[in-house]
């Protein structure tokens, strides 16, 4: 079991940039393929990054690619999210989920952990 806790969301203004963090407790997340992803109001959960255990490999949202970031430091059990060049559209929380289970990176149904989100506000 593991509990995963996010940080770092907030109200920014468009074309600012925020570095969100997920830190887990209870066991470590060094072995663990790591994902983001973000719910708008009134949408499903879209997946939007994730590394896998040592950060060698990572994959992306494409609509996300060039602004998005993922990275982790596995000393501090933790990962992050880089945002750049917010845009409105930008606006959900987004959750840190770990142990992918399944085949589908993007599907939410195939990750065993969820973090409780942080909110992230872009205004126009």
């Known amino acids: 079991q593991v509990q995963l806790v996010e940080s770092g969301g907030g109200l920014v203004q468009a074309g600012d940039s925020l570095r969100l963090s997920c830190t887990g407790s209870?066991?470590?997340?060094?072995?663990?393929?790591m994902g983001w992803f973000r719910q708008a109001p009134g949408k499903e959960r879209q997946f939007v990054a994730a590394?896998?255990?040592?950060?060698?490999?990572?994959w992306y949202a494409d609509s996300l690619k060039g602004r998005f970031t993922i990275s982790r430091d596995n000393a501090k059990n933790t990962v992050y999210l880089q945002m750049n060049s917010l845009k409105f559209e930008d606006t959900a929380v987004y959750h840190c989920?770990?142990?992918?289970?399944?085949?589908?990176?993007?599907?939410?149904?195939?990750?065993?952990?969820w973090g409780q989100g942080t909110q992230v506000t872009v205004s126009s």
């Open positions: 209870g066991r470590t997340i060094g072995t663990d393929t």
């Open positions: 989920a770990a142990h992918l289970k399944g085949p589908k990176l993007a599907g939410p149904a195939d990750w065993d952990y």
């Open positions: 590394i896998n255990w040592s950060g060698g490999r990572t």
